[in-house]
């Protein structure tokens, strides 16, 4: 069973270490296969001329001076995908331990079993580089599950249905069904390609509540596993760090025409009409499950934003 990953980078300096632990690090890398949004000026084409698994990525580069942020790149990802049976989705600065192929697929199959749609997602355990840049990891903690929940203090309005989340704990727990994911860790079928395809008129903010709501009342179930059957760390950002590979820098913000203000702001009201149900079709909500029983389930009622102030 072959497995598609999804890799949007953006001026990311990780993208090498990222693509060497995929295939190095994979039971069976042949049967591992990534599409490659690379929004960069480096020559990765021919850092991986002559690498075995060269023909298993399919590779498009772009000026970052074109991007219109991640998910937009993550749509064209996408596309890339030519059949595989499995989807993956990961952020371009991730490590893997061995096997992660297989206790993916192993893991998916059992939730096959009890569930009809599962969607495996979570804030991965982070990891970080040394002073050497050698990654230092650790496993994570067992029994452990990382939920995710809104940011204390977030709520909906009728103009406005983007929202921060945060991880969360659950011990003493294997498995938890959520009711939102993390975009830089996702397994399911690769159904969800054709199901859940990314919206490219988004932005940052409310990409995973989209992906979450559409996902969810097409009747996928979002299970959180615990963080020690989780086979990759993820290398997180420092909160109110600036760092150059951010879409928004200033730096990038001078190459490009339209202002990352005007594709957020985009973003926002894409969100919102999705919520309102003024999207039809592939992009809009599914008819398994609504918003009503999201409600009940998760205790966020987008509802509200669909009172419309006049």
């Not at 919206?199 to 990409?207: C, K, M, Q, S, V």
């Amino acid at each position: 069973m072959r497995i598609f990953i999804s890799l949007a980078a953006y001026c990311e300096p990780h993208l090498a270490f990222t693509l060497e632990q995929i295939f190095s690090k994979a039971a069976l890398p042949e049967r591992i296969f990534v599409g490659l949004i690379d929004q960069s000026h480096d020559d990765h084409a021919a850092w991986m001329a002559g690498k075995p698994w060269q023909r298993q990525v399919r590779h498009r580069q772009i000026d970052p001076a074109l991007s219109e942020g991640v998910c937009w790149a993550r749509h064209l990802a996408m596309q890339l995908h030519q059949g595989e049976e499995y989807f993956l989705q990961i952020d371009s600065h991730t490590f893997f331990f061995p096997g992660w192929d297989e206790a993916l697929i192993d893991l998916h199959r059992q939730l096959e079993q009890r569930l009809p749609k599962p969607l495996i997602s979570a804030y991965p355990p982070p990891f970080e580089f040394d002073a050497d840049g050698d990654p230092m990891v650790r496993r994570a903690a067992a029994s452990e599950v990382s939920i995710i929940v809104p940011e204390d203090g977030e709520t909906l309005r009728p103009d406005c249905a983007t929202l921060r989340f945060r991880a969360d704990w659950k011990a003493g727990a294997d498995l938890a069904l959520g009711f939102h994911l993390a975009a830089g860790f996702i397994f399911a079928h690769s159904r969800f390609i054709a199901e859940v395809p990314y919206d490219r008129l988004l932005y940052f903010h409310g990409e995973e509540q989209n992906l979450a709501l559409r996902a969810w009342t097409r009747g996928w179930d979002i299970v959180h596993p615990r963080q020690d059957w989780i086979p990759l760390l993820h290398l997180y950002k420092q909160a109110g760090q600036d760092y150059a590979s951010q879409h928004w820098s200033p730096a990038q913000e001078a190459a490009r025409e339209i202002r990352w203000q005007t594709l957020a702001a985009r973003s926002d009201a894409r969100l919102l009409a999705l919520v309102r149900g003024e999207i039809e079709g592939i992009y809009g909500l599914g008819d398994v499950r609504n918003l009503h029983q999201f409600a009940e389930f998760s205790g966020i009622d987008y509802r509200i934003c669909q009172r419309i102030s006049r």
